[in-house]
């Protein structure tokens, strides 16, 4: 076997995920499930889900945990999963918070610092796991523990704020629009517009090049209707948005960073190699590729997007509380199952998470609108979870 080899059949575990009907069938069905979900507690809550102020606040309270959804795709196609993310988020939160608030650090160079902590925690994570073999169940277990007590014990116990202006932006803030006065958000309604054409322009360029390499896509029908589709519905909620604020600063970061990861995941020769290494990591040793610095890289990766998160967490509060992230992991690790990833490994889409973590977003938000006890929130949440596995289960033992 060689590496051209093993990057071929990560390539075609990521474009078609074992067969074409398969991986239409999982990605119509996310988006579909996510636009009933949305009609449903529209129709639930009078109008109020789609309402310009609470689609601001979906954003907002869903952002870090897309952001977080990223690495952690990675790291369970990788074939390993990562406990820490709530804690390690926490605790990046409260040093951001020593450093500006306390210490008087301006705001750049203390964020890059947190950027860069979070790698050196992913860091030494990824090298007990990927050169020492021991199950990353384990190692971010610990980590989940440690993370939590240092956060206690850097904060004292007590929550540190409030935040510089300028870096409380990076949550609150808005696109300004270079028409102002109109009521409108013309430049964000633009941006909205463009992006959709890109998208299309992308989407259609990528079926040619499949077409052209012997690929066998979805009908042109079914692939037209998706992308009309998906295109209407989001420049219908960047108008709403327009007629707001526009868009969030947090928004604009998270698109640019799903734009990475998908062209990472499906364009890069080190995405379609995680992806073979989590189809089948003593193949694809054979075959050449370092494990160990793949398993070590997506570790990393995961550390500094659960520190972006946490930034943003805290810019958001505009206060590190000791309680920070509690909890977030199972929301991230949720939302990228719900969205197709394998607990086996190799399996999983960008997309996919990001729709996950939005068809949870919209759950929590929908049911606390409704006023349903968070007891019963929970409930709901973990059957969905169920139910995703287990349909994910069920397909592959059909094949």
């Known amino acids: 076997m060689t590496i051209e080899t093993a990057s071929n059949s990560a390539k075609t575990e990521v474009q078609t995920d074992g067969s074409p009907s398969r991986s239409n069938l999982r990605e119509y069905g996310l988006v579909l499930a996510l636009i009933l979900i949305m009609l449903f507690f529209q129709v639930a809550t009078n109008g109020t889900l789609f309402r310009p102020v609470n689609l601001t606040n979906l954003i907002l309270q869903n952002s870090y945990i897309i952001i977080m959804a990223l690495g952690m795709l990675l790291v369970i196609v990788a074939g390993h999963i990562d406990l820490s993310v709530g804690s390690v988020s926490g605790f990046i939160g409260g040093l951001a ?36 073999k021991i199950p990353s169940f384990i190692v971010t277990l610990a980590g989940m523990l440690v993370f939590r007590g240092l956060a206690l014990w850097l904060l004292g116990g007590q929550s540190v704020g409030p935040f510089p202006p300028q870096f409380q932006l990076l949550s609150s803030g808005f696109i300004p629009d270079v028409f102002a006065g109109t009521g409108f958000n013309i430049t964000s309604m633009l941006i909205g517009v463009v992006l959709v054409g890109l998208m299309i322009y992308f989407s259609v360029r990528g079926r040619a090049k499949r077409e052209k390499h012997g690929y066998k896509g979805e009908p042109f029908i079914l692939f037209l209707g998706k992308n009309l589709i998906i295109g209407g519905i989001i420049l219908y909620l960047v108008f709403l948005l327009s007629t707001y604020r526009g868009l969030p600063n947090v928004l604009v970061v998270m698109s640019l960073l799903i734009a990475l990861f998908v062209f990472v995941t499906k364009r ?51 206060t590190a509380t000791p309680k920070a992230g509690l909890g977030f992991e199972l929301d991230v690790i949720a939302a990228v199952f719900i969205g197709g990833a394998s607990a086996l490994g190799g399996v999983g889409q960008v997309m996919g998470a990001v729709i996950g973590a939005f068809i949870m977003g919209v759950m929590n938000n929908g049911m606390s609108i409704l006023g349903v006890n968070i007891d019963w929130q929970q409930v709901i949440k973990g059957l969905v979870l169920l139910a995703a596995v287990v349909f994910d289960v069920y397909n592959k033992n059909k094949t």
């Open 97 to 132: 918070a020593i450093m500006m608030v306390r210490w008087q650090i301006h705001f750049i160079p203390a964020t890059i610092a947190c950027l860069a902590m979070g790698g050196l925690i992913g860091a030494a994570q990824g090298y007990w796991v990927a050169y020492h």
């Open 268 to 318: 890069m020769t080190i995405g379609r190699r995680i992806y073979a290494m989590g189809g089948n990591e003593k193949a694809a040793k054979l075959s050449g590729i370092k494990t160990e610095r793949l398993t070590f890289f997506t570790f990393v990766n995961m550390g500094v997007l659960a520190a972006l998160a946490g930034l943003i967490f805290a810019a958001r509060l505009n």
